[in-house]
């Protein structure tokens, strides 16, 4: 298998993708944000679709349309209320509002059809060296800022009351990481389409969650998770060229929850919950 | 050129009228109540779960109606009985569809290889809808499958709003929330099906959620709100197709979401600006 190059370009990219994206999802299920970060995801698609209509690089468009989407949809709920269901329509609709913009821009646009499939399905084949590099240094960018704020953010997650008295900055906290997640999902969504980036956010870490209680191990095991999810993901994909990415992808991880949720129902696992 | 009045004398129009505007209706009431229970992520995952069904559907020789009904239902019941069972319903349900989406695309390109390229037909129509080449069956489909729901939503109305908004009193008081959320759940699946053949399966969310969001900030009462959702879709239905219909550029379900969106937009607006005039 290595000595394809552009397989290697797949595991690497495939690699770092993984941890990047599986880290971030991890604080995104802590937070209750899988709505958030599968529209972030979602809009990648019609972003790239718009700058290609108008003739502009694609990059642009992934990026632009993750950061805009999450400027209008990444406010933190009402103060002092644990449920805004305005939140819910306004990310509801921001997600929609991509989708048209796409879908105008496709029927604008007929030669574009054509790449609507590799857009939303992604395709790991044609990964350059400078597209390897790029990912790596927006993902080492999205890691650092996410280690540096991980334990004022996640004690803002659990107890946004308790960060607000100590004098932690919650608002902007809260923009940051939504902010660091669009990033994320902008580069992710290059390589594996934006379908897929949204499988690598929320598995690893639902798995994770599923294997150990304690919060920190839990974000360890979502990156080894991830790593093993695409390895063997492009491994089946390579061997049995029938199955694309996505599916040989999402099977391996749901192979893994599927395990790791009857892991989790054992009496020994249910007992430590309760006593941890 | 196509002339405004000519739309109205045209078969194909008055036909996208119809299924349209029951397809907002049923939204609009549906759309509501989820943004009310903080469930609008499991109509976003039905929306993917429709692209599958859909295209299971094609590969086993199905009607396309037939497999979104039984795929949306299916597993909108199954996606609440998941939630029940967990703290963190929504990786759950995440997770689930990735991988059914992930199914879905194993299906596209097992039909893709079938040749004659319908497949690919199939994909653009479930994703992005067709309401302007909408069959005459599936009309009859969309009319009796909306008018169900409307019936159900009207009679459920009351009590789903009560135990959406109040769940312990609304046990305390003998309401049986755990059977009423399998049948909104139910009825949640039928809806996708439905508005999956007009609008599209990634439109869908758009049509369930700005309408919902315009008239929760116009009335505080639910059943007000409802009523608004109902008007407000079936307006962006109305207006959207017109302009869909005199613009051959602009695909329907585009004009109908975005004009959806814009109300939502500015109602939103002008309620934070009325909202600074009281000082809040």
């Known amino acids: 298998m290595w000595s394809y190059p552009y397989l290697r370009h797949a595991l690497i990219a495939g690699s770092i993708v993984a941890i990047v994206a599986s880290v971030l999802g991890w604080v995104m299920v802590l937070r209750r944000e899988s709505f958030l970060g599968h529209t972030l995801a979602i809009v990648s698609f019609p972003g790239a679709g718009v700058a290609l209509a108008l003739g502009l690089p694609p990059q642009l468009g992934y990026y632009g349309a993750t950061l805009l989407a999450a400027l209008v949809a990444g406010r933190r709920p009402s103060k002092g209320k644990s449920f805004d269901p305005f939140r819910d329509a306004t990310t509801g609709t921001v997600q929609a509002v991509a989708l048209a913009a796409g879908l105008i821009a496709i029927s604008a646009s007929q030669s574009f059809i054509d790449s609507t499939t590799s857009l939303l399905f992604g395709s790991f084949l044609g990964i350059t060296t400078t597209d390897v590099i790029v990912i790596g240094l927006v993902g080492a960018l999205a890691l650092s800022i996410t280690a540096l704020m991980a334990r004022p953010l996640i004690l803002a997650t659990f107890d946004a009351t308790t960060a607000e008295a100590a004098g932690l900055p919650v608002t902007l906290l809260s923009a940051a990481y939504v902010f660091v997640l669009a990033l994320v999902v902008a580069s992710t969504a290059q390589i594996t389409g934006a379908l897929l980036v949204f499988a690598l956010l929320v598995m690893p870490a639902t798995i994770a969650e599923r294997l150990v209680t304690r919060l920190w191990v839990s974000a360890v095991v979502a990156i080894g998770?991830?790593?093993?999810?695409?390895?063997?993901?492009?491994?089946?994909?390579?061997?049995?060229?029938?199955?694309?990415?996505?599916?040989?992808?999402?099977s391996v991880g749901m192979v893994l929850f599927l395990t790791a949720s009857v892991f989790a129902m054992r009496p020994a696992a249910k007992a430590s919950v309760v006593t941890s | 050129m196509t002339t405004f009045l000519s739309l109205f004398s045209s078969e194909f129009f008055l036909m996208a009228l119809l299924a349209g505007s029951l397809v907002g209706i049923v939204c609009g009431l549906v759309g509501t109540v989820l943004v009310l229970r903080g469930e609008l992520f499991s109509a976003d995952a039905l929306s993917h779960v429709a692209f599958t069904g859909a295209l299971a559907a094609f590969l086993l020789g199905f009607s396309t109606g037939v497999g979104l009904v039984v795929s949306c239902v299916v597993c909108s019941i199954g996606l609440e009985l998941l939630?029940?069972?967990?703290?963190?319903?929504?990786?759950?349900?995440?997770?689930?569809?990735?991988?059914?989406?992930?199914?879905?695309?194993?299906?596209?390109?097992?039909?893709?290889?079938?040749?004659?390229?319908?497949?690919?037909?199939t994909s653009t129509a479930v994703l992005f809808g067709s309401l302007f080449t909408i069959s005459t069956s599936t009309v009859a489909f969309t009319v009796t499958g909306g008018v169900l729901v409307t019936v159900a939503m009207v009679i459920l109305g009351r009590p789903l709003i009560f135990s959406s908004i109040d769940r312990p009193v609304a046990i305390a008081k003998g309401v049986r929330v755990e059977v009423l959320a399998y049948g909104f759940a139910s009825l949640v699946g039928l809806a996708a099906a439905l508005a999956v053949q007009s609008v599209g399966a990634l439109l869908f969310v758009g049509l369930l959620a700005a309408p919902a969001g315009a008239a929760l900030k116009l009335t505080r009462?639910?059943?007000?709100?409802?009523?608004?959702?109902?008007?407000?879709?079936?307006?962006?239905?109305?207006?959207?197709?017109?302009?869909?219909?005199l613009s051959p550029s602009v695909p329907p379900s585009a004009a109908i979401t975005l004009l959806a969106a814009c109300i939502y937009g500015a109602v939103a607006l002008a309620t934070r600006a009325k909202g600074h005039q009281h000082g809040h």
């Not at chain 2, 009462?221 to 959207?240: E, L, Q």
């Open chain 2, 221 to 245: 009462s639910p059943f007000a709100a409802m009523a608004a959702s109902v008007a407000i879709s079936v307006t962006c239905v109305v207006f959207g197709s017109l302009i869909a219909g």
């Open chain 1, 225 to 250: 998770v991830a790593l093993a999810i695409v390895w063997i993901g492009i491994a089946c994909s390579f061997f049995a060229p029938v199955l694309p990415l996505g599916f040989s992808i999402t």
């Open chain 2, 83 to 121: 939630s029940k069972r967990t703290t963190s319903a929504d990786s759950v349900i995440g997770t689930t569809f990735a991988w059914i989406l992930g199914v879905g695309t194993l299906m596209l390109s097992l039909s893709a290889t079938q040749g004659n390229g319908a497949s690919g037909a």
